[in-house]
């Protein structure tokens, strides 16, 4: 029976990997860490991702074998704190990386995402491999993580997976600063006052996902075989892709006087360097990929549970 530590558990995904979890391997088997653990359930613990040598403690005391490692400061965020966003994404990443070195874990799950895309990606259907040239600190350092990920793979033999996730849409939790947060702002709005200001002009289309297709992409490739991976950096995965401008049409279906208005702020000229869909035939190929949320499916989903 694996023993799971979850880092940055009180995040977005977090929040529903650790529900998740539990149900498959049992609550005890289940560890929450979060540098914010107020409202994690038990087991949990407040713990720094970065540091090291806590980390090592507790993995040692309580027998942990895999670890999801999901703590990050996001794209928009991170551009505010362009210093702190790297310290704090590469030193978590490199924590754990070197637990499962050294050993003492058998796996590790890190999340890529497809901010390490950049502007001279091809746009439509942008492949596992292609160029990649990212222009947010976010970004650099998730491009950077995965090619740490190969490495240390490659050289020390570590089984660490990961999913170059696209914008991720829950009603579980509060998103945390990213670029396609908007997609979930606009049902809170809709609900609220039945209008929405987007700060993402509406016709930029960008890929998105339903959490659960997240939670169950990671769980799958977690689960695969080794011998069937191809990919050590980070996968492609992709689930549904809309601009602005269709999702509020969706949306009109359960608010009719849905007011919009656009704003573009600084987060468009993020938005404008990512990919607008993404070819993950890799991950349909090597571990039977395919998701199950449409953006009908999601807006239903989002209207029912908001």
């Given amino acids: 029976m694996e023993k799971v530590l979850i880092l940055g558990a009180a995040g977005q995904i977090g929040t529903e990997l650790v529900n998740t979890l539990r149900a498959t391997y049992g609550n005890d088997q289940v560890i929450a860490g979060d ?14 991702a970065t540091d090291e040598h806590a ?68 746009t439509l259907d942008s492949p596992q491999m292609t160029v990649m040239d990212p222009t947010t600190v976010y970004g650099i350092s998730k491009l950077s993580g995965e090619l740490w990920c190969q490495y240390y793979h490659d050289k020390y033999g570590v089984d660490v997976r990961s999913i170059r996730y696209p914008g991720l849409i829950s009603w579980g939790a509060e998103p945390g600063g990213g670029t396609t947060d908007y997609a979930i702002d606009i049902f809170r709005s809709a609900k609220k006052d039945n209008a929405y200001t987007c700060f993402i002009a509406e016709d930029t289309r960008l890929p998105m996902m339903h959490m659960d297709d997240a939670i169950r992409a990671t769980l799958e490739l977690m689960n695969a075989p080794k011998e069937q991976l191809s990919i050590w950096t980070s996968y492609n995965v992709s689930g549904v892709d809309f601009t602005p401008f269709e999702l509020a049409e969706a949306l009109r279906k359960h608010y009719p006087d849905l007011a919009m ?26 571990w039977g990929w ?9 807006v239903q989903d989002m209207v029912e549970h908001v």
Avoid: H
């Fill in 35 to 48: 540098l914010l653990a107020a409202n994690l359930s038990e087991p949990c613990i407040q713990i720094d």
């Fill in 55 to 122: 980390l090592r403690e507790l993995v040692t005391k309580e027998g942990v074998t895999v670890v999801y490692q999901l703590v990050a400061m996001l794209s928009a965020t991170g551009e505010k704190l362009p210093e702190k966003a790297w310290a704090l994404n590469m030193q978590a990443l490199f924590a754990v990386l070197n637990l499962a070195k050294d050993q003492l874990i058998k796996q590790v799950f890190w999340p890529s995402s497809i901010a390490a895309f950049g502007p001279n990606t091809p």
């Fill in 261 to 286: 208005r656009y704003a573009p702020d600084f987060r468009q000229a993020i938005a404008s360097t990512w990919p607008q869909r993404i070819d993950d035939s890799q991950a349909r190929l090597d």
């Fill in 290 to 298: 395919q998701p199950a949320y449409d953006l009908s499916d999601l």
